[in-house]
């Protein structure tokens, strides 16, 4: 189903909010798509009239009956940061459990004025796979042409059909949030639409900025391809820290087959590492990769592996993760995993969030087996305990006997 409609809200729809400036934007396309089962999805297309940049913008999107009735609503954000004078930007608002909707509506509640320095990156799209989700996967490459390094904020798509009519959208599953002068990175977006003749419009959002990249954090060894007894193909790797603060990082791990891209993901250290830490990694979730693996049947060998390492830009340079007690209860091999049982308390006086274990196997050498983190409770009161399972993909022929473990626990105060 899709449908193109924009009645007017009534004013009790509509929260209480008083923005300054008022905001001044134009809904240029909004469109109902029906997702799976009884989802609905609203897109729209919103362009800032106004004199000046905005960010943290607040849409009230609306579902209506046939007999113009309210059915729903919702509080969306578009899929970009921010929005320069005269700039459009996509928005997607996601309805549950709606047996029938006739029309939407859709307006801007409020922004917070902005500057920024806009940035031209040039999108490409390589080629579309499918994943075991269901939603086709797109491959491309974001690329900046620019005489300086680019801040990427976001990217996204609308598919439309031969008559320009909105017949889906992407959202960005995995990419860069820093590019360097003339570079291109990977990206990876996820595509709804149940049609499969369309274009697809990319609406990326960068930024100038200056040099950030981490050339003190950098891989200790080449990363390389290990597999479980079971055929899961992974990837291990260390980065060692060697400048005098905490550095927030992002891995881009690429997987080239012929030369040309075949899978892409991103890995977000859940902590900062600090001066002079080395620590391992593995990246088990790449998009489409088992359907790839299933339709090319590649050999190991054939792959060539990429590992960038940039700084992320989602994090606050500033935060300092506080170190937590924990005891290890139980260690066993379990099918392809390691499993690591546990319990850990907050001995602060304050509430800790995004409380997370992280773990790294090494060999008696000392070579990074595996490695792997899981974030157990998004808020820890003080005193409070929590117990946590943290699996580990464990490569085909090692012996989990002759490895030793570093463990560590922290959480962030706001």
Do not use: C
Not at 11 to 39: F, N, R
Not at 205 to 212: F, G, S
């Amino acid at each position: 189903m899709t449908s193109t409609s924009t009645p007017t809200a009534p004013p009790s729809v509509t929260p209480s909010l008083s923005p300054t400036p008022e905001p001044k934007g134009h809904v240029e396309a909004l469109t109902i798509l029906q997702g799976p089962g009884k989802e609905i999805n609203v897109v729209g297309i919103l362009r800032n009239i106004s004199d000046q940049p905005w960010t943290d913008i607040v849409i009230l999107v609306a579902i209506w009956d046939t007999e113009n009735q309210l059915v729903d609503h919702q509080t969306v954000s578009p899929l970009l940061k921010n929005l320069g004078q005269n700039e459009t930007g996509l928005f997607v608002a996601k309805f549950e459990n709606i047996n029938s909707v006739e029309s939407a509506s859709a307006e801007v509640l409020d922004i917070s004025p902005t500057t920024f320095d806009r940035a031209s990156v040039q999108v490409t799209v390589l080629k579309t796979i499918p994943t075991g989700e269901g939603k086709p996967a797109i491959l491309g490459t974001i690329t900046n042409s620019n005489s300086y390094p680019v801040a990427v904020h976001g990217l996204s798509f609308v598919a439309v059909d031969k008559s320009s009519e909105i017949t889906g959208f992407a959202t960005l599953a995995a990419g860069p949030t820093y590019i360097e002068s003339h570079r291109a990175r990977p990206f990876l977006a996820l595509l709804e639409t149940d049609t499969t003749d369309y274009t697809l419009l990319p609406y990326p959002d960068a930024t100038q900025t200056t040099n950030l990249l981490p050339t003190e954090v950098a891989l200790t060894k080449p990363p390389r391809i290990e597999t479980t007894e079971q055929g899961h193909l992974f990837i291990v790797g260390e980065v060692r820290n060697d400048a005098s603060f905490l550095r927030w990082i992002r891995l881009l791990v690429s997987l080239e087959y012929q030369g040309e891209l075949f899978a892409f993901t991103t890995v977000d250290f859940p902590v900062p590492i600090n001066p002079g830490e080395s620590r391992g990694f593995t990246v088990t979730d790449f998009q489409g990769l088992r359907e790839q693996m299933q339709a090319f049947n590649p050999a190991l060998e054939a792959f060539n592996l990429i590992v960038k390492i940039e700084p992320n830009l989602l994090r606050d340079f500033n935060e300092t993760p506080t170190p937590l007690g924990f005891e290890i209860e139980l260690f066993e091999s379990l099918g392809s995993s390691l499993i690591l049982k546990g319990t850990l308390s907050n001995s602060t006086e304050g509430t800790l969030h995004e409380v997370t274990v992280l773990a790294t196997a090494r060999s008696t050498v000392g070579d990074v087996i595996t490695a792997g983190w899981v974030t157990i409770a998004e808020a820890l009161e003080p005193e409070e305990m929590a117990e946590f399972i943290l699996p580990l993909a464990f490569p085909k022929n090692a012996n989990p006997v002759m490895i030793e473990f570093d463990v560590q626990a922290f959480g962030f105060s706001r």
